[in-house]
């Protein structure tokens, strides 16, 4: 099956920097590479997404990379906010959907 | 539509006691999965069905774990009998078509055995 890897485990920024997670996927048959936000007690909820077709996609302050050569994708936060702290997955999904072992980002003010 | 609806939000309960998680998915969502999430593990697919089939039980951590999909609106995590690694929160998340659309979560169930 798909397994994920995702790094770093941990990020801490300065409010204003930029911010990027990374990821490798192992099954070449994943077609999905969505990337979720985790608040702390809450579920986690899609921020933004790229389908195998696209290399990159953007969403305002927020972008994602898909190398399907390299089998790995990014995420790229621009002008992070103090909001901006949570846990960030990045996911493959063949289907099924499998996750990352998650990155706590930390944007200080 | 409301989301996908977990029940209970909060469970403690003591170690060899069955424990029931239940969930309703988003209306006309075909694919249903459950996750379980731990500091050490993330978030571990355990199992997920398509149209109310079980297709890939996997990740299941052994026999205590069973799931069910008697219909299309409602599915049952079971633990039985507890233990206090199974400490965890559950996640069940639903999905139109998960090779190219988000699948949504529900809200957890966060379980403690004691």
């Known amino acids: 099956g798909e397994n994920v890897e995702q790094h770093p485990s941990t990020l801490s920024v300065q409010e204003g920097d930029s911010a990027v997670i990374k990821c490798t996927y192992s099954?070449?048959?994943?077609?999905?590479f969505p990337w979720y936000k985790q608040e702390l007690g809450k579920r986690p909820q899609l921020i933004i997404d790229?389908?195998?077709?696209?290399g990159e996609k953007k969403d305002q302050r927020i972008a994602v990379t898909l190398n399907k050569t390299a089998k790995h994708f990014s995420l790229h936060i621009t002008e992070t906010q103090p909001e901006d702290s949570a846990v960030y997955f990045c996911?493959?999904?063949?289907?099924?959907?499998?996750f990352g072992a998650g990155t706590r980002l930390t944007v200080k003010p | 539509d409301a989301g996908v609806i977990q029940s209970p939000r909060h469970e403690v309960t003591e170690m060899g006691q069955e424990v029931t998680l239940r969930c309703k998915p988003i209306?006309?969502?075909?694919?249903l999965f459950w996750y379980r999430q731990t500091m050490m593990r993330g978030l571990e697919l355990l199992i997920y069905?398509?149209?109310?089939?079980?297709?890939?039980d996997s990740g299941m951590p052994e026999d205590r774990f069973s799931a069910k999909m008697p219909n299309a609106s409602f599915s049952t995590l079971k633990i039985q009998p507890s233990e206090p690694r199974d400490s965890a929160v559950y996640f069940c998340?639903?999905?139109?078509?998960?090779?190219?659309?988000?699948?949504?979560f529900g809200q957890g169930t966060r379980l403690t055995v004691v």
């Open positions: 998340a639903s999905s139109l078509r998960p090779w190219d659309t988000e699948a949504f």
């Open positions: 099954d070449s048959a994943s077609n999905y």
């Open positions: 790229i389908r195998s077709n696209v």
């Open positions: 996911a493959a999904s063949e289907p099924p959907m499998r």
């Open positions: 209306s006309g969502h075909d694919y």
């Open positions: 069905f398509n149209n109310n089939v079980p297709i890939d």
